[in-house]
């Protein structure tokens, strides 16, 4: 079946250090790829997608681009803030209607 | 505003209750879905729906029930709860059921199963 291996955490950064999160699937056919976002006590939210290979999905400062040939979907930001502390989760959809995360990686940035 | 509706938020209940946590959207999405969340896994799916009276099991659907007889309602029934059901769950609803969709999750119920 469709899998997602996220990094795990967590991950402990200093205000303006570079970020990335590591992010592979594997799934059969053609997926779209997904980063939500979660703060503390609250639902997910969409942070980016892309839809098909070497689409390159951005927001708030993140990106990550859609890379076929090594199925991953890496999340990066140049210079992340204590507001950026909260846990990223990568998914994937497929066409049929399901939809599978990773386990979630827990960012602290510090002051 | 646009919002996914989920209730009750909090609910502690005893084995074998029967309860249901009802989730609504108003944003006329075709697509909706339920899922629980554990420390350590994630999120996995137990439930979707492509459309009104079309659903699916997820990866984890024993011990679920759920029905779609309207587009804005998708409740999740656990006929005969136990511990093991203790969980976050979340709603989530697409406007389209397609890949490309992305979810617009609910604020979550955190259920406790004794």
């Known amino acids: 079946g469709d899998s997602v291996t996220q990094m795990e955490g967590p991950v402990t950064l200093s205000e303006e250090a570079f970020l990335t999160i590591n992010c592979t699937y594997t799934?059969?056919?053609?997926?779209?790829l997904f980063w939500y976002v979660q703060y503390p006590g609250e639902g997910l939210q969409l942070l980016l997608k892309a839809t098909k290979a070497d689409d390159k999905g951005s927001n708030k400062g993140f990106e990550a681009t859609y890379r076929k040939e090594t199925t991953s979907f890496h999340l990066e930001k140049g210079s992340v803030q204590v507001s950026d502390s909260a846990v990223y989760f990568c998914a994937l959809n497929t066409n049929a209607g399901k939809s599978t995360f990773g386990d979630g990686t827990t960012l602290t940035v510090k002051p | 505003e646009a919002q996914v509706t989920q209730n009750p938020r909090y609910l502690i209940t005893v084995t074998g209750k029967k309860l249901t946590v009802t989730c609504s959207q108003n944003m006329n999405h075709e697509y909706m879905s339920w899922y629980r969340q554990d420390p350590g896994l994630g999120l996995r799916q137990i439930y979707y729906s492509m459309n009104v009276e079309v659903t699916d099991k997820g990866d984890v659907p024993e011990g679920y029930k759920v029905s779609r007889k309207e587009k804005r309602n998708f409740p999740l029934i656990l006929e005969s709860p136990s511990p093991n059901q203790t969980s976050l769950y979340f709603c989530a609803s697409s406007l389209t059921s397609g890949s490309a969709g992305e979810l617009f999750f609910g604020e979550g119920s955190r259920l406790t199963v004794l």
């Open positions: 799934a059969t056919g053609y997926p779209s």
